[in-house]
């Protein structure tokens, strides 16, 4: 009698092992198929695998002068003060996106230098800079 009760016991346990396995694996898979990588221009630059199929997100400022605008998309080029990447974007723009501020463009790589962004992402304020950025401010400076 006491073994049917731990067969039927290992039984159980073992399918809610096998279940709580399964939709980890699961779970972490959804998760890793939707995450976005945020990436500065010197890291693409220097990245060896890069996946131009990828969704990812590129950030750094709006370097000055180079904003064109035109009836069909948006042309401009992020910087993170050591590379640089030209973005073209179809569609409307944060009210906070200008020239000399922050930004992060989401969207494709066309190849190293060229950046299809699908969205624009400018939701602080005119003071926010990212974090990398202001390092490497702060090491540019010595």
Do not use: W
């Not at 709580?20 to 998760?31: E, R, T, Y």
């Not at 950030?59 to 910087?79: A, H, Q, S």
């Not at 974007?89 to 190293?112: C, H, M």
């Amino acid at each position: 009698m006491l073994q049917k009760k731990v067969k039927k016991r290992a039984s159980l346990l073992a399918v809610i092992l096998t279940a709580s396995v399964l939709s980890i694996f699961l779970i972490l898979n959804s998760l890793n198929k939707n995450i976005l990588y945020f990436k500065s221009p010197t890291e693409i630059k220097n990245s060896q695998d890069v996946d131009f199929n990828k969704k990812l997100r590129v950030g750094g400022m709006v370097k000055k002068d180079t904003l064109k605008i035109n009836e069909e998309e948006i042309k401009f080029i992020i910087t993170d003060f050591k590379n640089e990447i030209k973005v073209s974007f179809r569609g409307t723009v944060p009210n906070l996106f200008s020239e000399g501020r922050g930004v992060v463009a989401e969207g494709k790589l066309q190849d190293k230098k060229f950046f299809i962004a699908d969205r624009i992402l400018a939701k602080h304020d005119e003071n926010y800079m990212p974090p990398e950025l202001k390092k490497i401010m702060k090491e540019d400076a010595k």
